[in-house]
């Protein structure tokens, strides 16, 4: 993908400013007469030459362009990137690129968490789930690098939300342990990240009890309908409630925004109390809320959530409502759920998510991995 810098003219056109070298002719093709190409060199003078007033978005403009233009005396206002809300509603040939995307990568996670239950306690690391995973991934052909630096981190390391495993730090897997596996995949047609909470061994029932309310707080979002301008700071909360009953928390957004073929974390829209951009339908994020006690254990769950139109119910006023259409297809690790704490609703979300997983991604599977995966996704 070329980087480079870009002005978008009152006209409509575009001056782009990248290594010409990187551009074969589809690209150029793909642009288009209204994207002009320049080499980087030309970009300050470009600068210089504009009349004014520039709109500059604070959140992404370099510091040195806004310094180019005073010393020409351009004149800039500051606002929002114009391109930004349009870019993060995908258009359905986009969400049905990623949601083959998503399938494809939830595949290459079925066979890692296949592989991953047939060892035994003390056998892996940290660094050794990281190498299996990454395999795994690049096993589809179809990998172009991974999201982020997988997040593997087990017993205290999980406590950690953003722990990355290194020589000094990394763990053998022992009996008991909580593993957040947090990871994701870069492919031409999506982007990938989901998080996995796995037991090895028996897991104690503390960890059972807040898994679950971490669980309930991700079926919460899943099942959500809402009305057309709510935000993310508007939904938030519905995340953390079960976790508030028992006087627990987290402390990060619930979810953030997703691109595709791009960014792993893109805006505006995010699942924050800090956020007021109001979610609108093709706009992608992550549903991941979570649980981390210090020294001990850490809990989070993540899948891919894209955001559409609603369905109208029979006996409602008509208003238009929003929903959520899951991207994300893996299973999640029963051993950790405390069944008799789930309400019957959570229990049908469930097990109709499971089934999704084994109707979606089996035929896509290894036939140990498919074997594995019917045991796995079982009703509750």
Known sequence: MPQGFAILHDDGCVAFFTDPAKLDADARAHLGDEVRLHPPADFGTALDALSGPVLLDRASVPVRVVERLDAA??????????????????????????????????????????????????????????????????????????????????????????????????????????????SGGQYLD?????????????????????????????????????????????????????????????????????GVYSCVHEGPQRLSRMSEVPLAPGMIVSNEPGYYREGAFGIRIENLIAVREADPLPGGDGATH???????????????????????????WLDGYHAACRDRIGPLLSAPARHWLERQTMPL
Not at 322 to 348: G, Q
């Open 73 to 182: 005396g351009v004149a800039h206002v500051w606002g929002e990137d114009p391109c930004i809300l349009p870019k993060a509603q995908k258009t359905e040939a986009e969400l049905t690129a990623t949601r083959r995307a998503h399938l494809r990568d939830g595949a290459a996670v079925c066979e890692f968490l296949a592989w991953f239950d047939d060892q035994p306690p003390g056998s892996l690391t940290e660094i050794d789930v990281v190498t299996r995973l990454e395999a795994c991934r690049e096993a589809t052909g179809h990998l172009l690098d991974i999201s982020f630096d997988t997040i593997a981190g087990s017993g205290p390391n999980g406590a950690l939300p953003h722990y990355r495993v290194s020589e000094t730090s990394n763990r053998t897997l022992a009996a008991g342990d909580l593993m957040v596996l947090d």
């Open 322 to 348: 929003l929903d959520f259409e899951t991207l994300t297809f893996a299973p999640i690790d029963r051993r950790l759920i405390a069944r008799d704490m789930l309400a019957e609703a959570e229990r049908l």
């Open 190 to 258: 999506g982007t990938t990240d989901i998080t996995r909470t796995l037991a090895v061994g028996t897991p104690g029932e503390d960890e059972r009890a807040a898994f679950t309310r971490v669980l309930q707080g991700m079926i919460a979002i899943s099942r959500l309908r809402f009305p057309r301008g709510l935000a993310g700071r508007d939904l938030d909360a519905l995340a953390r409630y079960p976790l508030w009953l028992a006087d627990m928390d987290y402390g990060h957004g619930t979810g953030h925004g997703v």
